[in-house]
């Protein structure tokens, strides 16, 4: 079972539609890593795959825990 953050991140994912494959190449994350945490939600992203993909995203991982202040994903996609 998938961290709160795993499962934030999968869900923004799923909602901007972009392709795993492509996530792979970009941020250096396995593909099969990335099927497990994002697409299956069976396994928290480590904090090292977490940066990769958030850095691909052009998103802080700050952005996806609701507690941090900034008031969750749904403030920050209209930003």
């Known amino acids: 079972?998938?961290?709160?953050?795993?499962?934030?991140?999968?869900?923004?994912i799923k909602r901007i539609g972009i392709n795993i494959s492509a996530l792979s190449?970009?941020?250096g994350v396995s593909d099969n890593v990335l099927?497990?945490?994002?697409?299956?939600?069976?396994?928290?992203?480590?904090?090292?795959?977490?940066?990769?993909?958030?850095?691909?995203?052009?998103?802080s991982p700050l952005d996806f825990y609701p507690e941090n202040g900034r008031g969750g994903m749904d403030a920050q996609d209209s930003a």
């Open 1 to 12: 079972m998938a961290d709160i953050a795993t499962n934030n991140i999968a869900d923004y």
């Open 25 to 27: 190449r970009n941020s």
């Open 35 to 59: 099927r497990r945490s994002i697409v299956n939600k069976e396994r928290s992203l480590r904090f090292a795959e977490a940066m990769a993909i958030c850095s691909v995203l052009g998103k």
